[in-house]
């Protein structure tokens, strides 16, 4: 069967067409721009550097699926003679709060669920649904999977989950930790065990979920026991814009007196606080250089003294939830690094990595010189793992959809 992947922002739409005998890629594509001026979609072909490009006015996402469809079913550019041979279609969907334990067949009471759930996910869910709906219309009758970004974090104790506010925000509100990156920490998880030959469920591992957003997350046998990210993705360590943890307080005396040259207040309300903790913090807000991790590095290693603090910010934060997590776990056996900064950081993951033996991790600094390949980066006498797994969030998503339409 033929499986398309779709990934929907507000105003992009990312989509994958996977032949699961053999679990190929067909095309990639991305349309970027809709409802702006200049709408534009790019096919691409894995082991090619052929390009197709849809240039035309995009006002919704239904006019990007159609798109979509023209593209992969186009007589030179296409990889499926026609849309029939697409079988389901697997979305991307980001918060599933509690209702959502694992990936679902999309009906209207999963449609409504996904609604319900747009305070806790205001920027992404409205256009995962948009996606989801626009789908429909040019695709009816295929069946259609929603694979959430917070369900392999459901497993999560009550401990682990609740902050320390009253119960009833949490009965109320459902304020709690939800996690973000599942579909990542929950690959690459699996796929070191397998790497390794043995089964995740004999196993405790920390995965890092290092990129623009960064999570990490505590795999016990199998099921997360802890992840960094909390009811939004804003809280764990620096991000690439997103300040990580820090004191709530911090946002009533910044909010306090932060002031403009004029003397009027730089911070206009919580929501403009909150802007500057999502948008203008973290690795940007601390080098002032970029979100960029090799910006960054490029200007740590030239002599700037605050992109090398927002490197060691980073690199500190990474260590504190990996002895955290070796603590709430009894031990670990394997530290997985995956995304863009895990999987390519060589530097950042030596430095992550010192002085580590006495918990019996030791990286060989030969074996991780290692970019993007999947890679045991221990050295020999480790007890526990090191491994750089590329991650891969599209397969879980086609291989959750092919099972829960052939059921
Ligand atoms: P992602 O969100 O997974 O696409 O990751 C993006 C982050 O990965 C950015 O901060 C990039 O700078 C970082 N990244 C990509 N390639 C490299 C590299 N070769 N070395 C260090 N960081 C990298």
Do not use: W
Not at 328 to 356: C, P, Q, S
């Amino acid at each position: 069967m033929k499986i398309l992947i779709v990934n929907a922002g507000s105003s992009s739409l990312k989509y994958q067409l996977v032949d699961m005998d053999g679990e190929r890629v067909l095309a990639k594509g991305l349309v970027e721009r809709i409802g702006i001026a200049g709408s534009k979609l790019t096919q691409k072909y894995p082991d090619s550097e052929e390009k197709f490009v849809i240039e035309t006015d995009m006002p919704t996402h239904v006019q990007a699926c159609e798109n979509m469809l023209k593209a992969l079913t186009n007589d030179k550019y296409g990889v499926v003679s026609s849309m029939d041979e697409i079988g389901a279609v697997g979305h991307r969907v980001l918060h599933g709060g509690e209702k959502f334990t694992e990936s679902v067949v999309i009906n209207d009471k999963v449609m409504d669920a996904i609604r319900e759930n747009i305070p806790l996910g205001p920027l992404h869910n409205p256009a995962n649904l948009m996606g989801i709906e626009a789908c429909q219309q040019v695709m009816p009758g295929t069946p259609m999977v929603a694979v959430f970004d917070t369900a392999f974090h459901q497993t999560m104790p009550p401990k682990a989950y609740l902050y320390g506010v009253p119960y009833k925000y949490y009965l109320n509100l459902h304020v709690r930790r939800y996690g973000f990156h599942g579909t990542s920490h929950r690959y690459v998880s699996k796929r070191a065990a397998e790497f390794l030959g043995k089964k995740a469920e004999d196993m405790r591992i920390i995965t890092c979920h290092l990129g623009n957003g960064s999570s990490m997350c505590a795999v016990d046998h199998g099921k997360c026991v802890d992840t960094s990210m909390g009811i939004t993705p804003l809280e764990g360590v620096v991000m690439g814009t997103r300040s990580g943890s820090l004191d709530p307080a911090v946002l009533q005396f910044i909010m306090n007196n932060a002031k403009n040259e004029n003397g009027t207040p730089e911070i206009k309300d919580i929501d403009d606080m909150l802007n500057v903790l999502n948008k203008k913090s973290g690795l940007l807000g601390i080098s002032g250089i970029s979100s960029d991790m090799r910006d960054v590095d490029a200007a740590a290693d030239a002599g700037d003294k605050r992109a090398q603090v927002a490197r060691d910010m980073l690199v500190y934060g990474i260590r504190k939830y990996i002895g955290a997590y070796a603590a709430a776990m009894g031990g670990v056996d394997a530290i997985v690094f995956t995304a863009g900064i895990g999987e390519n950081g060589v530097e950042l993951r030596e430095k992550v990595m010192e002085g580590f033996e006495y918990m019996g991790a030791k990286l060989d600094p030969e074996k991780n010189k290692v970019r993007g390949e999947e890679r045991d980066v221990s050295a020999d006498d480790s007890k526990v793992k090191v491994l750089v797994i590329p991650t891969n969030e599209e397969i879980v998503i086609a291989r959750d959809t092919l099972e829960l339409v052939t059921k």
